[in-house]
């Protein structure tokens, strides 16, 4: 099939009724759990995983792509009007749109923020369907070698930019890879790491594990830090939405800037668009006329940010879609729902199922358009939202939580699953150890023991193997340098006994 015809394939899949429904679904609950502060994208995914295991492999991801960037933009609107960010993504957002609205200029920012979400999220789609196949083809190429080589540097990649240092997201990864391994050797059969209990055989439960990591543990730390009290929702009437022109000729060159930069970030392994935002802002600071104002309401401040985040959310598909290599956390759940559905994820995943990948590409247009028409006549609804006591909130959230994660199996040990991840998560936080390497590693493990277990097998047990290969050698030279960059402080900081 030529360029053409897939784009015609997925735009028929994506206008299909059906899948338009949960393409609308998925935005619209993704931006009611944005704006809650403290959710977060993952623990939004999360939450909301286990609704998509009824639906059809193509509407289920559609819907989860939805949640995510509909989270990603109902994020800003808590970090814009309470100066509390709905997610990580979102937090540099504060700088300067919590300022705008101390000036009365919220609904401006607002209005701005969701045109920059647009920009960055069509500017991230484009990429995406021009870059998606090249490197598809030329992934068919790759050996269980070169995979096992991509995975461990994706991994150490997380481990070096994620929050805290880097011997702690060591030690996440590897918890997370132990977690992966338990139950059934996928060639032998054999038990493993189950301590006899039945319900291991068939290993960890995806959705308990992350529901608890991420879902309990977010709910847990967010307790009693949020008084949506402080909203007022007079200040973000349609009517005072109206940019002046010198807004919208401040607006455009941060968008470029920020969508490249976050278009970028988005395919690196473990950086993801929380970092693309943070560049973003640091880029426009430092291009600035006048940075000394960046802090104060300064409208490329916030659409720089915006539109690198969003074009970020786009284009982590590429690795993940492209070469079944997930970069990030909630690349890592968007390839468990494939796996779930019984579809390998990697480059033949072009060629098998082109209704599937070029649908959700397209869908991304929709959910974009979607979002735009959600987000401007409903922002007086989601302010409302702000103001429900968090005591009546977050009861709801952990009933949904456990009723999610029972209905996947009809098993009350995934609940009981979900409350013990839900306890190391708050737990490992408060310890400042990060849990997105953890469930890297859990995702990734299993795939890492079954390539580098193949490559063994064909190479007749020579380690040379993924030395003698030039991708694969390459590969592990560059993830030797990141861990290596990532060691550095620890290496050259050390104070003399």
């Known amino acids: 099939m030529s360029y053409f015809d897939n784009i015609f394939l997925g735009l028929q899949t994506a206008l299909s009724w059906y899948n338009l429904l949960w393409c609308f679904v998925g935005v619209f609950l993704g931006t009611l759990l944005g704006v809650i502060p403290g959710i977060g994208v993952v623990a939004a995914i999360s939450m909301l995983f286990p609704l998509t295991f009824q639906l059809e492999p193509t509407a289920a991801l559609i819907m989860l792509a939805g949640i995510w960037y509909g989270t990603s933009y109902g994020g800003s609107t808590a970090s814009i009007l309470l100066n509390v960010p709905g997610s990580a993504t979102n937090a540099v957002t504060c700088l300067d749109g919590y300022p705008m609205t101390k000036q009365g200029r919220g609904g401006i920012a607002l209005l701005m923020t969701t045109v920059a979400s647009f920009f960055g999220g069509s500017f991230g789609i484009i990429l995406l369907m021009g870059f998606a196949g090249t490197i598809s083809a030329y992934a068919l190429s790759f050996s269980s070698a070169e995979y096992f080589s991509l995975m461990l540097l ?28 338990v139950g059934s050797d996928i060639y032998t059969g054999t038990r493993r790491f189950d301590f006899g209990i039945l319900d291991l055989a068939d290993g960890i439960n995806l959705v308990a594990l992350a529901m ?139 060629t098998e199922q082109p209704s599937l990948f070029w649908g959700l590409v397209m869908s991304f247009w929709i959910g974009n358009v979607l979002l735009v028409i959600l987000n401007v006549p409903l922002i007086g609804v989601w302010v409302r939202l702000l103001m429900v006591p968090y005591n009546w909130l977050f009861p709801a959230v952990l009933m949904f939580i456990c009723i999610g994660t029972y209905t996947v199996s009809n098993s009350s040990f995934d609940v009981m699953l979900v409350v013990m991840f839900g306890a190391l998560g708050y737990a490992l936080r408060v310890g400042g150890y990060p849990a997105a390497p953890m469930l890297l590693g859990f995702v990734l493990g299993p795939m890492m023991e079954e390539h580098f277990r193949r490559a063994m097998l064909l190479s007749r047990g020579d380690f040379g193997t993924f030395l003698s290969r030039p991708i694969s050698a390459t590969v592990l030279a560059i993830a030797l340098l990141v861990l290596l960059w990532g060691l550095k402080p620890l290496i050259f900081n050390r104070k003399p006994a």
């Open 154 to 181: 994706g991994l150490i990649a997380a481990c070096n930019v994620s929050n805290g240092s880097i011997i702690k997201g060591l030690i996440m990864v590897a918890l997370g890879i132990l977690f992966g391994l």
């Open 212 to 350: 608890g990591l991420f879902g309990v543990s977010e709910v847990i730390a967010s307790v009693g830090k949020v008084d949506g009290k402080q909203v007022d929702p007079n200040s973000v009437k349609f009517s005072a939405m109206k940019p002046t022109r010198e807004d919208v000729r401040r607006s455009w060159l941060p968008m470029i800037r920020g969508s490249s930069i976050g278009a970028f970030f988005g395919t690196l392994p473990g950086t993801g668009s929380s970092i693309a935002a943070f560049m973003a802002y640091a880029v426009e600071k430092r291009v600035s006329k006048t940075p000394e104002k960046f802090g104060t309401g300064e409208i490329e401040g916030i659409m720089a940010p915006e539109a690198a985040n969003n074009a970020a959310d786009q284009t982590s598909f590429i690795p993940t879609l492209a070469l079944g290599i997930p970069g990030s956390a909630t690349m890592a759940l968007m390839l468990g729902a494939l796996m779930i559905h019984g579809i390998a994820p990697g480059p033949q995943l072009m």
